[in-house]
C-alpha cells in the first residue's frame, strides 16, 4: 500500500455541492488527504519562456497529486478545449489526471468511443455516422425505427427515437432541426433494440465492477436518472462486457451502459468518463465514494 503518497486530492466539478462531490470529499478527508474543490471556470493559467503556471484562487494545481475529473462541465468549444488544455498541462505537470486526458476524448466523442468498442470485438448495435443528411435519411428510412443521436453529449440529452411515421415523412427537416438543436453537424444512427424497458449502468473503477443497477425508463427511451430513470437492483451478470468496454477506452473511472435485447442478448450502448453514482447508491450497500476513494489511494 501507498496511500500516504496521494495526500493532496483536487476534485475538478462545476457543481461542488453534489451528493458525489460531498460524499468523495467526506470519504477523502477521513484518510486524512487534503481535498481541494476546483471550478473550471475559475483556473487560470499564465505562461512565459520557460514559464507556466496554473492556478486556482491562491492555489498552485500543480502541486496536487491527483486530479478527479467529475464533470468537465464545458458545453460550447472554447471551454471544452480550454478545459482539456488544462488537464493536459497538469498531466505533464506530473499531476495524475483521472480519467485520462485521451480517455476523456474518446469518452465525450460518441463516434470515437463507438469504434473502440467495435475495435475490442464488443457487441454494438447497427450504427452509421455522416455529416450527410440524404445517408442518415436513408439509414432512418431502412432501418424505422432508428435512434439518432448527438456525437457528443451527456444525461441522455439529444437521445431522440424516431418512430413516428410523421418524422419519418419529414425526416430532412427532422434531421436538420436535430443538427441545429445538438449534432451540429454530425449524425449518429443506431439501430433500436427493443429491450424489456431498462438497461444496465455498470460503474467501474480500476478493472473492478464497482456496483452496477437497472435503469428502468419511465417514459421513452431514456432511462438516465436526472432524466427520470428509476434506479433497481442488477442481478444479470454483465461484468465481462462492462469491463472489457472499461478497458477498450481505457478508463480508470467509467460508467458502461448495456441494454438487454428481448432475446436476451447484451448490446454496449455507451461509455461515460465522468459518471454519477446517485442512482447506483440508492440500490447499493456500502458506501460507493469510499470504495472510491480507496482505489484512488492504492493506486
Known amino acids: 500500500m501507498n496511500e500516504k503518497r ?10 461542488p455541492w453534489s451528493q458525489r462531490v460531498q460524499s468523495l470529499d467526506k470519504s477523502l478527508t477521513r484518510r486524512s488527504v487534503d481535498v481541494l474543490h476546483v471550478l473550471p471556470w475559475k483556473v ?24 478527479l475529473v467529475l464533470d468537465l462541465g464545458a458545453n460550447d468549444i472554447g471551454s471544452f478545449f480550454n478545459r482539456v488544455g488544462l488537464l493536459s498541462a497538469l498531466t505533464e505537470m506530473g499531476v495524475t489526471v483521472v480519467n485520462s486526458v485521451n480517455s ?18 464488443l457487441p454494438v448495435p447497427e450504427t452509421v455516422i455522416t455529416e450527410s443528411i440524404d445517408i442518415a435519411a436513408e439509414f432512418v428510412k431502412n432501418r424505422f425505427p432508428c435512434v439518432l443521436k448527438p456525437i457528443t453529449g451527456f444525461g441522455g440529452l439529444g437521445v431522440q427515437l424516431i418512430e413516428r411515421e410523421f418524422d ?32 444496465i449502468r455498470v460503474l467501474v473503477m480500476d478493472g473492478e465492477v464497482i456496483s452496477s443497477m437497472r435503469r428502468v425508463a419511465t417514459e ?31 478508463g480508470r473511472l467509467v460508467g458502461v451502459d448495456i441494454i438487454p435485447d428481448l ?37
Open 6 to 15: 496521494i495526500a493532496r486530492v483536487g476534485l475538478l466539478s462545476s457543481d
Open 44 to 67: 487560470t493559467r499564465r505562461g512565459s519562456t520557460g514559464t507556466h503556471q496554473i492556478s486556482y484562487e491562491s492555489e498552485d494545481l500543480s502541486k496536487l497529486d491527483l486530479l
Open 104 to 121: 476523456i476524448l474518446s469518452m465525450r466523442n460518441k463516434a470515437e468511443t463507438l469504434r473502440k468498442l467495435i475495435s475490442a470485438g
Open 168 to 199: 419519418l415523412a419529414n425526416i430532412n427537416d427532422y434531421l436538420k432541426f436535430h443538427s441545429q438543436m445538438f449534432g451540429k453537424g454530425a449524425f449518429i444512427l443506431q439501430e433500436y433494440v427493443r429491450s424489456p424497458g431498462y438497461d
Open 220 to 250: 421513452g427511451i431514456t432511462t438516465n436518472i436526472h432524466s427520470g430513470g428509476i434506479p433497481e437492483p442488477n442481478q444479470e451478470d454483465v461484468s465481462d462486457l462492462a469491463l472489457r468496454s472499461a478497458r477498450s477506452v481505457r
Open 263 to 299: 432475446s436476451g442478448d447484451y448490446w454496449v450502448i455507451e461509455v461515460n468518463a465522468t459518471p454519477g453514482w446517485a442512482g447506483l447508491q440508492q440500490v447499493t450497500d456500502f458506501d460507493i465514494s469510499d470504495r472510491i476513494a480507496e482505489r484512488l489511494l492504492s493506486s
